[in-house]
């Protein structure tokens, strides 16, 4: 079955954590308890493709935590 498995382009990923989004925004807490797994790590990729720093746990959230490219030409992040 791990055979089976194939990265997601852009467009399947942005889709699949949209459908998740609005999953969410329609069934509150119900929705959030109903993602899948593919659901959840499509709306991280998205967030960190929408350059969303990772704070890892444990670590206090650093004090910029968008990545733009204008940002990161300018201080080397």
Same mark, same amino acid.
């Given at each position: 079955? @791990?055979?089976?498995?194939? $990265?997601?382009?852009?467009?399947e990923?942005?889709?699949?954590a949209?459908? %998740?989004?609005?999953?969410?925004?329609?069934?509150?807490?119900? +929705?959030? #308890?109903? &993602?899948?797994?593919?659901?959840? %790590?499509a709306? /991280? +990729?998205? !967030? &960190?493709a929408? +350059? &969303?720093?990772?704070?890892p746990?444990?670590? *206090? $959230? $650093? @004090?910029? !935590?968008?990545? #733009? $490219? /204008?940002?990161? @030409?300018a *201080?080397g992040?």
């Amino acid at each position: 079955m @791990a055979n089976d498995l194939k $990265p997601w382009s852009e467009r399947e990923m942005l889709e699949i954590a949209s459908r %998740a989004v609005g999953r969410v925004c329609r069934d509150d807490v119900r +929705g959030i #308890t109903l &993602l899948s797994i593919d659901e959840i %790590a499509a709306m /991280t +990729g998205t !967030l &960190l493709a929408f +350059g &969303l720093i990772a704070t890892p746990p444990g670590e *206090d $959230p $650093p @004090a910029r !935590l968008i990545s #733009t $490219p /204008t940002k990161e @030409a300018a *201080d080397g992040q």
